[in-house]
C-alpha cells in the first residue's frame, strides 16, 4: 500500500508560461482539506496574487473520483500542556474562531487573489469542497464530478460562505433546495442552474481547463483582476458605490502598461500584446 504524501507534498504546484497550476493531493483522503493544506493554499493563493508574473491560477486534485470532500474533521489542533483541568473542550467563541480562522479564510483567499481562478473539478465536491469550488472565478466539472452540501446530514450548520456564495450564484430558493435537503448535485445539473461554466469529459478536463488558462494568460492581468473585483462587490453595494468603484477602476487601469498597450493597439488596428502589468 502506498504511504501517504508528506506534508509537503499535500499541495502540489507547477508554474510555467504565467499559469500556477494546484493540485490537492490527498487522494486516499478524499482530497479532504487538512489544516496545513488549508494554509498551503491561502499561502500560494496570496503569493499568486503578489507575483507579477502571475496571470491565472488553476486548482484541481488528483485522482478522478474527489475533488475535496471537505474539511478534514480527522485533524484537530493539540491541546495545549497548560490548559487547566476544568476548561471545556470547546470554550465559548471557540467554533466561530475556528471557521473564521478556516473555512471563511480560505474562501476569502479565493475571492481575493488578484488574479483569475479556475476550478477544474474532478470529482466529488462536498462540504468546504464545493464552496472552494464556487468561489473560483470559472468551474470546470468532468462528467462523473457531482456537488454536495453534505452539512445537514451530518445536523451541521453550513459554513464555510456556503450560504453567502450561493445566494449569490443561484438565488436564494435554489440555494435553500441544496443546503436543506443536501442531496448530491450531478455536474449537468450544477452547469444548469450556474454553478458550473462548463461539463466536460474527465479526460479532457485538464486539456480544457489549459486551453482557458493559457487564453487568461495572454490578457490584460489588471483589468481581468479589477473587473474580478467590480463583480464579486455588485451584489453587495449600492448603485452609486458600484459606479464610483467602476469609475476608479477603469481610472487605475490606465496607469498600467496594458492598458496603455490596448489602447495604441486599437489606434494602431494591430492586435494587443499584454505583458500581465
Same mark, same amino acid.
Given at each position: 500500500m502506498a504511504d501517504q504524501p508528506s506534508e509537503s507534498e499535500l499541495l502540489r504546484t507547477q508554474s510555467a508560461d504565467g499559469v500556477v497550476r494546484l493540485t490537492l493531493n490527498r487522494p486516499r483522503a478524499g482530497n479532504a482539506l487538512s489544516p496545513t493544506l488549508r494554509q498551503a493554499l491561502i499561502d500560494c493563493l496570496a503569493e499568486?496574487?503578489? $507575483?507579477?508574473l502571475v496571470r491565472v491560477v488553476v486548482l484541481t486534485a488528483t485522482g478522478d473520483r474527489h475533488f475535496c470532500t471537505g474539511a478534514d474533521l480527522g485533524s484537530s489542533a493539540p491541546v495545549a500542556d497548560d490548559q487547566p483541568e476544568d476548561q471545556p473542550q470547546q470554550p465559548a467563541g471557540s467554533v466561530a474562531r475556528a471557521i473564521a480562522d478556516g473555512a471563511q479564510r480560505l474562501i476569502s483567499a479565493v475571492l481575493d487573489c488578484d488574479k483569475p481562478v479556475i476550478a477544474a473539478v474532478n470529482g466529488t465536491a462536498a462540504g468546504i469542497g464545493c464552496h472552494l469550488a464556487y468561489a473560483c472565478d470559472l468551474v470546470l466539472a468532468a462528467e462523473s464530478a457531482k456537488f454536495i452540501e453534505v452539512f445537514a446530514r451530518r445536523g451541521l450548520v453550513v459554513d464555510g460562505a456556503g450560504a453567502y456564495l450561493l445566494t449569490r450564484r443561484i438565488g436564494t430558493h435554489r440555494a435553500k433546495e441544496l443546503i436543506f435537503f443536501g442531496? $448530491?448535485?450531478?455536474?449537468a445539473d450544477a452547469e444548469r442552474i450556474g454553478l458550473v461554466n462548463r461539463v466536460v469529459p474527465g479526460e479532457k478536463l485538464a486539456e480544457t481547463a489549459a486551453e482557458w488558462a493559457a487564453r487568461l494568460a495572454a490578457g490584460p492581468t489588471v483589468a481581468l483582476g479589477l473587473g474580478k473585483r467590480l463583480v464579486n462587490r455588485a451584489l453587495d453595494v449600492d448603485r452609486a458605490t458600484a459606479l464610483a468603484e467602476e469609475a476608479m477602476a477603469a481610472e487605475i487601469n490606465m496607469t498600467s502598461a496594458d492598458g496603455q498597450e490596448g489602447l495604441r493597439a486599437f489606434l494602431e488596428?494591430?492586435?494587443?500584446?499584454?505583458?500581465g502589468w
Open positions: 499568486a496574487g503578489r $507575483d507579477p442531496d $448530491d448535485l450531478p455536474a488596428r494591430r492586435p494587443p500584446r499584454f505583458r
